[in-house]
């Protein structure tokens, strides 16, 4: 039976922590009783930086609750770094850890299912929104196009799924090996390679207080996203430079013609022949330089290289 750990980024929840706190709890006993998961299991809420009563009502459940632990961050860093460092502190004592954010717009039901999945052996269940209903036409469809966009990009996502996922020690453990600054948890889980399955995730709307993720908030997590995996866009520059090139290649031939033709004046020939070809010449450098600079943002990133899943061997000596 697995100790289970639910971290639950918060950010000025105040209105929804008492409601949140009573649902997880009875989720916990119902799971405890049906002998799924350990006793010691509990809720760890990660306050991150609240500016209203947040910490304070953490601080009242842990005294009356004894499944409601807390974490109190010393400024906002952002709900993808106060998950990671929630799943950090859980690590040391769990032996999974399901993420779900504080508002449970996801379905607890799937949290079930969830564990039922990691005793059958996956290290990673994803929960993946069948339905987006509750979620506003504008966002259900940008996000819906970014999702298709990461993966023309070559980004391994699971589609439709968001920060609502179960992890083991060891997968955690793997997680622990990316320091990096950008973290955009949804493109570095599934590169960790382990077991991962899905379930599905029916989202609702929000019971009580509002998103915390405006707009802007989102875009800024969408270019992460992408610029965090993905040095393709590099590459585009030298698809630039190579498409001017070869406009000017073509340029060159009507220039030619005109000029032998009498159909120019004196001077424009030279002039566009140079724009074009200086303007190719331009592009394809950058985007030589820009192959370095890729190369040297992956490689200071200091991602780890693999990550072992088993090793057979005998004793040592
Ligand atoms: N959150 C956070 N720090 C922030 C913004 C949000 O920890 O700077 C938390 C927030 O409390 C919630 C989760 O991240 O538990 C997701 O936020 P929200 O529900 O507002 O986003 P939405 O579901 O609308 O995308
Ligand atoms: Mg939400």
């Given at each position: 039976?697995p100790r ?16 949140s ?13 049906a002998g799924?998961?350990l006793?010691?299991s ?17 601080e009242?459940l ?8 807390g974490?109190?961050?010393a ?17 040391d ?16 039901a ?8 990691y005793?059958e ?36 996502v ?22 990096e600054?950008?973290l ?13 399955t ?49 406009i ?19 001077g ?12 190719s ?20 990133k ?5 990550h ?10």
């Open positions: 039976m289970l750990v639910i971290v639950s980024p918060c950010y000025n929840e105040e209105a929804i922590l008492v409601y706190a009573g649902e997880l709890t009875a989720l916990l006993e119902r799971l405890i009783a799924k998961i006793p010691t509990h809720v760890l809420y990660v306050n991150d930086g609240s500016r209203d009563r947040t910490w304070e009502l953490i009242e842990h005294r009356t609750n004894p499944f409601i632990d974490l109190c961050l400024g906002n860093v952002g709900s993808e770094l106060a998950v990671m460092a929630g799943m950090m502190t859980a690590r004592v769990a032996d999974a850890v399901v993420t779900i954010d504080a508002d449970l717009q996801d379905d607890l799937a949290i079930e299912e969830m564990i039922d999945r005793l052996g996956y290290d990673i269940v994803y929960g993946v929104k069948v339905s987006r209903v509750a979620d506003p036409f504008l966002k259900r469809t940008t996000a819906q196009a970014f999702y298709r966009m990461q993966e023309a990009m070559g980004i391994r699971i589609y439709n799924h968001t920060n609502f996922r179960l992890m083991s020690r060891r997968a955690l453990d793997a997680l622990a090996c990316y320091p600054r950008n955009y948890l949804r493109g570095i889980i599934p590169q960790l390679g382990y077991p991962s899905t379930v599905d995730d029916v989202i609702r709307e929000r019971v009580a207080g509002e998103t915390k993720y405006n707009y802007r908030k989102l875009l800024l997590l969408a270019v992460d996203g992408i610029t965090s995996f993905s040095t393709r866009p590099i590459s585009w520059i030298i698809g630039g430079g190579l498409l001017c090139l070869l000017s290649i073509c340029m060159a031939v009507y220039v030619l013609v005109s000029y032998i033709e009498h159909l120019s004046v004196p424009w020939a030279s002039l566009m022949l140079s724009l074009w070809f200086i303007g010449i331009v592009l394809l450098s950058l985007g030589v330089i820009g192959q370095y600079i890729g190369k040297i943002y992956i490689e200071i200091q991602r780890p290289r693999y072992i899943a088993q090793h057979l061997q005998h004793n040592d000596q």
